[in-house]
């Protein structure tokens, strides 16, 4: 019998996981209908994580995550919820909570004017796709407008914690040493 490569291996695991992940939340959205839920999100996506579903009843929001096992082996469900997951979901929900209007956005890492920029047609150089230009390629080459005193005063001020463009921003980006080495 011809034996699957690894690589074919790991997608039809792949597969069949999410697969089983996909029924799981079917199977806890119709509970949840069952019980008197609205279902209000599924497979709801942030910059900060994925929530499986968003569910309202009696003017609550429920934020849930669902964990679909075929056997104890590696623990219970509820188990996988540890506190590092409790604290995303919190703030997953406050960031749909800000998404709507109903609070401000949850702090989040940020070292895109650092570690990136953006270059729009025109030509003007970014330090991210929210902030105002700094330069422009056309009137200098690319890395002096990146060390050019505006660009580095500007990165020399921002604090991504208090500026209000940041604090709205859904799009930010946080790379480290390391990551960088991933990429290539
Ligand atoms: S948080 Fe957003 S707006 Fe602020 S620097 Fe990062 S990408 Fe730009």
Request: charged share 25%; net charge positive.
């Amino acid at each position: 019998m011809p034996s699957l490569g690894n690589a074919a291996f790991q997608t039809i695991m792949k597969t069949t996981r999410r697969e089983l992940g996909d029924q799981g939340e079917d199977l806890a959205a119709q509970a949840l209908k069952k019980q008197g839920y609205k279902i209000i999100e599924r497979n709801y996506l942030t910059p900060i994580g994925e929530v499986d579903l968003i569910a309202k009843q009696k003017g609550v929001l429920v934020f849930i995550e669902v964990k679909t096992r075929k056997s104890q082996r590696f623990g219970s469900p509820a188990e996988a919820v540890h506190p590092a997951k409790q604290a995303k979901l919190r703030r997953l929900a406050d960031y749909f909570a800000a998404v709507r209007g109903a609070g401000a956005f949850p702090h989040h890492k940020c070292n895109a004017p650092w570690v990136s920029a953006v270059i729009e047609a025109d030509g003007s150089v970014r330090p991210c796709f929210f902030h105002q230009a700094y330069g422009n390629i056309h009137d200098a080459p690319f890395d002096e407008v990146l060390n050019a005193p505006r660009a580095m005063a500007f990165r020399k001020g921002l604090k991504v914690r208090k500026n209000p463009v940041c604090r709205q921003c859904v799009c930010f980006l946080y790379l480290r040493p390391g990551d960088l080495k991933k990429i290539e």
